[in-house]
């Protein structure tokens, strides 16, 4: 095994093709038996259900290489009973959650020489997708559908690696009650792309989504679910319908409660209280833990007391503990790292 000739410490989040990836493909009411392949590309019916009515949903989840120098990758069954729910809501069958996991394990040994090397600061992201792909014009679901993975090694989420963030309080909604926040659905994020856009161009480097309903709660991002610490310890998450349950997120509450012994909080969270915590954080698997050190409410700022430099020093304990558990430097709950053999 050679390891591809890449400057891993210097990539950021974006597309680099692989060799390998895995298809299955889903006819007469049954998936085939699914295969790795070369072919990044793929074909389809101009009428394709994805195409008119953006029947589509996703998976993110990272490889890593632990400092002992094995590959590993974090959770997946989460993201196999993820995409699972996923499927439900959008009226496209389910890829079995044994299968995704082998699916997952299969293009991650047949990319190993894409894995970055421990301490580069640099991952192989993985992501698993389906879509609907037969010709559909009446607005119904397809019938016919690929699950694919494909990897692609990245570096951080954000420039500037783990500065803190300046987000804005966007005036646009990502997602509606009794919508599909909760999922991953390709169309919540084809809703956030003029709001992300428009961010960027306002110089900040995410959106703050509030409640559709009554814009008065904090939601997430275009990317990650919020974490916020109080300033007396304690780590607090918004709880809502509509947002992704996220989880890395999910993983960093246990990390909080049981590596950290801080008591932890998911609630509804209303905008009114963000100017009292000491510290806020962007978490996902792209994200990890990115700080946040202003938001700004329609010119309004509100500065977080852990400041523009550096993270606060409980959203830097949570990073390190977690990334130490995705490295291998420390013991991880059972059942949280599959090893590649
Ligand atoms: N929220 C949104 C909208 C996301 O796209 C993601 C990324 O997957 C997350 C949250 C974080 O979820 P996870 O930690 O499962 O990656
Ligand atoms: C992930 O963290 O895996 C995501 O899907 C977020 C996306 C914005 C890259």
Redesign the pocket.
């Known amino acids: 095994m050679a390891k591809k000739n890449i400057d891993w410490a210097n990539i950021g989040f974006g597309y680099i093709k692989t060799d390998k990836r895995y298809v299955s493909n889903y006819t007469g009411g049954k998936w085939d038996d699914g295969a790795i392949i070369d072919d990044d590309m793929i074909t389809m019916s101009e009428c394709a259900c994805v195409l008119q009515y953006a029947q589509t949903i996703f998976e993110?989840l990272k490889a890593y290489t632990t400092e002992d120098g094995k590959i590993v990758v974090f959770r997946p069954d989460l993201n196999a009973q993820r995409l699972a729910n996923s499927s439900r809501r959008m009226e496209m069958p389910v890829f079995p959650e044994d299968r995704f996991v082998d699916a997952v394990v299969q293009t991650v040994k047949a990319n190993a020489d894409f894995v970055p090397p421990y301490g580069t600061g640099a991952t192989l992201y993985l992501r698993p997708y389906m879509f609907g792909i037969n010709p559909v014009i009446g607005v119904k679901p397809a019938d016919d559908f690929q699950f694919r993975v494909f990897a692609t090694p990245v570096g951080p989420y954000f420039k500037g690696g783990v500065k803190p963030l300046t987000i804005k309080v966007s005036d646009f909604d990502r997602a509606a009650p009794h919508g599909t926040g909760f999922i991953?659905a390709g169309l919540n994020y084809a809703m956030s792309l003029h709001a992300i856009v428009t961010a960027h161009e306002e110089g900040f480097a995410e959106n703050m989504y509030l409640d559709a309903a009554t814009r008065t709660k904090v939601e997430?991002t275009?990317?990650?679910?919020f974490l916020f610490v109080t300033k007396d310890n304690k780590v607090v998450t918004p709880k809502s319908d509509s947002?992704?349950p996220?989880?890395?997120?999910r993983s960093l509450m246990v990390v909080a409660k049981e590596y950290l012994g801080l008591e932890v909080e998911e609630r509804e969270v209303f905008f009114d209280e963000v100017k009292d915590f000491a510290e806020c954080g962007l978490?996902?698997?792209?994200a990890v833990i990115s700080p946040v050190g202003k938001i700004n409410d329609h010119g309004k700022e509100i500065c977080f007391p852990s400041g523009m430099e550096k993270m606060g020093p409980i959203t830097q304990k949570l990073y390190d503990t977690l990334t130490g558990i995705q490295m291998g430097r420390l013991e991880a709950p059972a059942g949280w790292i599959r090893v590649i053999e």
């Open positions: 993110g991953k997430e275009g990317g990650a679910n947002i992704l996220s989880i890395t997120r978490c996902g698997t792209a």
